[in-house]
């Protein structure tokens, strides 16, 4: 008898940045799951333009398999197939291989993109002398035609995509998007560290989308878009917590679970980290330059994470070596997308702490070495906090449209101006630096809290985070940067 047909396999060969970018990577994923078949031709470009390098062998391997092959030896939990039980994503950056097994979740299974474009990327990165990154990419251009392109690295969940594709509320000044999840950098041969954004799509959290936070966003995903783990209403639509549109009368909804759901339900009708995948051109504010094959010039690199106190709105680093300290120094609170749950702080360096692809130790090293590249044209960094709260829990800072005035005084300070003043953590914005017009109740003094209490706290726990985790891997500049802060705070 024949016997009864398996899954499809599916052979994916796909490059990693526009084409002919002498950044841009290849690689070729097999898989027997038709979403990521269809995923990955948005996220990443699909095609015979890669068969040169395959035909070198220059390329990444990449195996992915649901784990439940037909026929079904027992049923479905849910109707997604996946094998929980044993799950295994390996990475083995030495052969550039990538085996995935039993996930259907995106990163886990687009292996283009967190595997790939940063675990593996960010070894070979390190090989060749150049930066693979956990950052979004924007091109900030103020009222009179200047334009400063930015990266910046924050935790999954915490803004990305929303600050790529921001609409200012700042008259005159206008944001466009290269990309909102991971850039690739390198110096070209006049010392500019330039960006590529190695995927073409967006895979972004759905809840808290909506037109009021994000209506690019929605504007891109009209459209040519696969949804994950949402909830679909009866007419045809997806629904999610915070998507703030109105349903049509007699509308019903069905949960991400298929169970019937109605507002008020204890349990959220979207997973908390449910996705959109959409074409990065529908987007309306994509950079013109958002695939020049060279790139374009980062200017500044901005860090940031969930804090709800003690760490000012913005503040920039002293020099390169503070910076590379600052972005060691991350923490935020954690997300859907982490394997933690609550609103525990967590340490997550570079944004980049589930996706390194070598020693953590010798990732902040390399950063250090990058910062004495000779002729180097090094962008300026700066911390950003968008998630202060008062003593009631409410946020103090309007967030959203509003942080392109923290963007302002950024592009500011790489233009040279003298707007800033000293703290013991970092260079922030003069009181008349920074423009609050319009926003009644924001409190300069609510945005920028310095205590010496709350910094000798945040400087012990960083001394133990980096004994138990770094330990003799630490760069010594990186503790020296840690008892510098010590001796500022103790003064203050």
Request: charged share 20%.
């Amino acid at each position: 008898p024949v016997p009864p047909p398996g899954r499809t396999m599916y052979i994916l060969p796909f490059s990693m940045g526009p084409l002919g970018s002498p950044l841009a990577k290849v690689g070729l994923q097999l898989t027997d799951s038709p979403y990521v078949a269809a995923s990955m031709r948005i996220m990443t470009r699909v095609g015979p333009q890669t068969f040169p390098a395959l035909a070198r062998d220059d390329f990444v391997r990449c195996l992915h398999s649901v784990g439940r092959p037909l026929p079904l030896r027992e049923p479905l939990v849910s109707q997604w197939p996946c094998d929980p039980p044993r799950t295994l994503v390996a990475h083995l950056p030495d052969q550039r291989r990538i085996v995935s097994f039993g996930s259907g979740y995106g990163g886990n299974s687009l292996l283009g993109k967190k595997c790939f474009a940063l675990r593996i990327a960010s070894r070979l990165a390190r090989d060749e002398g150049w930066l693979a990154e956990h950052m979004l990419i924007l091109g900030v251009t103020d009222p009179a035609g200047r334009k400063r392109y930015v990266a910046a690295a924050f935790p999954s969940a915490c803004g990305k995509t929303n600050l790529a594709m921001m609409t200012p509320a700042l008259p005159g000044w206008r944001v466009h998007c290269v990309g909102d999840d991971i850039a690739w950098m390198k110096f070209d041969a006049e010392g500019r560290l330039r960006a590529i954004n190695p995927e073409s799509g967006f895979f972004g959290v759905a809840p808290g989308t909506s037109v009021r936070t994000n209506p690019n966003a929605m504007l891109t995903i009209r459209s040519n878009t696969i949804f994950t783990n949402v909830g679909q209403t009866s007419d045809g639509g997806v629904y999610w917590e915070g998507i703030d549109q109105p349903l049509n009368p007699g509308t019903t909804l069905t949960s991400w679970l298929g169970q019937p759901w109605t507002p008020g339900d204890p349990q959220p009708c979207a997973h908390p980290n449910s996705r959109f995948c959409a074409p990065a051109n529908q987007c309306p504010i994509m950079d013109p330059a958002w695939e020049d094959p060279e790139g374009v010039p980062i200017d500044a690199i901005i860090f940031g994470g969930r804090r709800p106190e003690g760490v000012p709105l913005v503040y920039e680093a002293f020099n390169w070596r503070h910076g590379v300290f600052v972005g060691s120094a991350m923490r935020s609170e954690a997300t859907a997308a982490a394997e933690h749950t609550g609103r525990r702080l967590m340490h997550d360096p570079f944004a980049m702490r589930p996706f390194f692809g070598y020693n953590a130790g010798q990732y902040l090293a390399h950063w250090l070495a990058v910062g004495e590249r000779q002729g180097a044209r090094l962008p300026r960094i700066f911390h950003v906090n968008w998630f202060l709260r008062d003593g009631a829990g409410r946020f103090v800072w309007p967030g959203f449209g509003h942080n392109a005035r923290v963007l302002a005084w950024i592009c500011s300070r790489v233009a040279g101006e003298d707007n800033a003043k000293t703290t013991p953590v970092g260079l922030v914005p003069r009181e008349d630096a920074l423009d609050l017009g319009g926003l009644p109740g924001v409190s300069y003094a609510d945005l920028f809290p310095v205590s010496r209490a709350f910094w000798e706290k945040e400087a012990r726990e960083l001394r133990r985070y980096y004994e138990e985790n770094f330990g003799e891997d630490l760069p010594k500049e990186v503790m020296g940067e840690l008892r510098a802060l010590e001796e500022r705070v103790k003064k203050m």
